[in-house]
C-alpha cells in the first residue's frame, strides 16, 4: 500500500509543477530557464497518509489478506470531491508474479476527501489470454462529466466506456471491445492484432488505443445537442475524434506529425490527454512534443504552448521529454491556473531524457 500511494501522489506531486502560460512574461521565463522569485499562486503540502490503507479482506480460502492496487492506471474527481482510482493489479497477476501476502483490489476505489473508501467496484475476469473481459484493457485517462457519470478510456484497447457513478451499469460503450482502427498486420500475435501504431486514423466507429476522454456540458458548435464526448485517440491513432452522446460519430482532427495540429510520430500516447476549458476550447496534449496544442471545438488550431521546464531545453545536453502528458485547471471559474503532468523517462533516446 505504501507504494500505492507513493504512486498516486508521486503523480499528484507531478501536477502541481504549473504552467500560467496564458501570462506571456510566465511563459518568457519558462522558456529562458529561470524562475521568479516570488511566486503568486497557490502552494501545496504532500500528505504521506493520505488515503487510508486499503481494508484487509477473506480470499477464496477465507484467509485475511491486504488488498494491493498494483498499477494506478488513471484517477479522476467527482462533483463531491471524491477521488476514482483505476487499478490494474488484476490485470498484472496474468503476466507477473505477484505477493502471495495480497490480493488485488477492485479494479476501481473511490475515496472521500478524507481517504476513507466509500465504494469499490469493476469487473476483474479476464480472458484466457490474460486480457481485461470487461473494463478497457490497461485503463488509461478516466474523467467524471457533469452528470457525473464515469468515463474511462484503454490504451492497450479499442473503447472508451461510460459507467454510472456507482458502477453498476454501463451505460454507452465507444468502439468494439479488442478491436481497433488498424490493419491485422500491427500486431498479428497480440490477442488484439489491430491495436497498435500506426493506426488507420480514419474510423468513425472503431479507436485505437485511446488514452483519454472529456465530455462537454455545453451545447455542441454544430448539433447544439450537450454531451459531446471529445477522445484523444493517441496510442495507435494520432488524432481527436468527437461523438455525440449516444456514441455516433461526429468529426475528428489531427494526423502522425510534428507540424501544427499534429501529433507525434513515436513515444506512445500521441495525443496523451483531452481536456474541455471552460472558455470552450479543447485542450489536448503533445506529449513526446513537449507542446500543449488549444483547439475550438470544431477542431480549429487556435494556438500552441510548448513547455520548457527551468533547467531544460528543446536541445542541448538537458533535453525535456513528455513534458505534457497530462493538464488540468484550477477550479477558480477563470481557471487561471494550468497544472501540467511532465516526467522524464531517465533513459537514453532519440528525443532525449
Known amino acids: 500500500m505504501n507504494l500505492t500511494r507513493y504512486l498516486l501522489f508521486g503523480t499528484m506531486l507531478a501536477i502541481v509543477i504549473v504552467l500560467a502560460y496564458r501570462d506571456p512574461a510566465v511563459q518568457s521565463h519558462a522558456q529562458q530557464g529561470r524562475v521568479e522569485s516570488t511566486w503568486p499562486g ?16 477473506k480470499d477464496a480460502q477465507g484467509a485475511m489478506r491486504q488488498q494491493a492496487s498494483g498499477g494506478v492506471g488513471t ?8 477521488v476514482i482510482q483505476f487499478n490494474r493489479r488484476y490485470v498484472e ?5 505477484t505477493s502471495d501476502d ?11 476527501p478524507e481517504g476513507n473508501v466509500v ?4 469487473e476483474s475476469k479476464l480472458t484466457p489470454q490474460g486480457m481485461s473481459s470487461i473494463l478497457p484493457h490497461n485503463t488509461h485517462g478516466c474523467s467524471v462529466d457533469y452528470q457525473d457519470n464515469i468515463w474511462v478510456a484503454g490504451n492497450a484497447d479499442g473503447i472508451v466506456q461510460k459507467w454510472s457513478h456507482d458502477g453498476r451499469k454501463m451505460l454507452l460503450q465507444i468502439g468494439t471491445k479488442g478491436v481497433c482502427d488498424g490493419p491485422p498486420t500491427l500486431s498479428p500475435k497480440s490477442p488484439f492484432p489491430t491495436c497498435g501504431a ?3 486514423n480514419a474510423s468513425r466507429t472503431l479507436l485505437n488505443q485511446p488514452s483519454k476522454v472529456a465530455v462537454d456540458p455545453n451545447p455542441a458548435p454544430v448539433t447544439g445537442e450537450c454531451g459531446s464526448v471529445y477522445i484523444s485517440d493517441g496510442y495507435g491513432n494520432h488524432r481527436v475524434v468527437v461523438f455525440n452522446s449516444k456514441g455516433q460519430f461526429l468529426r475528428q482532427w489531427g494526423s502522425e506529425g510534428t507540424g501544427p495540429g499534429q501529433f507525434y510520430p513515436t513515444g506512445g500516447g500521441h495525443p ?20 500543449l496544442e488549444v483547439f475550438d471545438r470544431r477542431g480549429t488550431l ?6 520548457v521546464p527551468p533547467g531544460t531545453s528543446a536541445s542541448g545536453d538537458v533535453k525535456v521529454e513528455r513534458s505534457v502528458s497530462d493538464v488540468a485547471f484550477s477550479r477558480d471559474p477563470q481557471q487561471k491556473y494550468v497544472y501540467v503532468a511532465y516526467y522524464g523517462c531517465g533513459c537514453p533516446s532519440a528525443e532525449g531524457g
Not at 42 to 57: E, I, M, Q, S
Open 75 to 82: 484517477h479522476c474527481i467527482d462533483s463531491h470531491d471524491h
Open 302 to 307: 487556435k494556438r500552441i504552448s510548448y513547455v
Open 198 to 200: 500506426t493506426g488507420n
Open 272 to 291: 496523451h490527454c483531452v481536456v474541455l476549458g471552460n472558455d470552450g476550447l479543447v485542450y489536448v496534449c503533445d506529449r513526446q512534443g513537449n507542446r
Open 42 to 57: 497557490p502552494t501545496y503540502r504532500f500528505d504521506p497518509g493520505w488515503p487510508k490503507p486499503l481494508p484487509a479482506v
Open 93 to 97: 497477476i496474468a503476466s507477473r508474479k
Open 102 to 112: 495480497t490480493v488485488p483490489a477492485a479494479p476501481v476505489v473511490e475515496f472521500d
Open 119 to 122: 465504494n469499490a467496484w469493476g
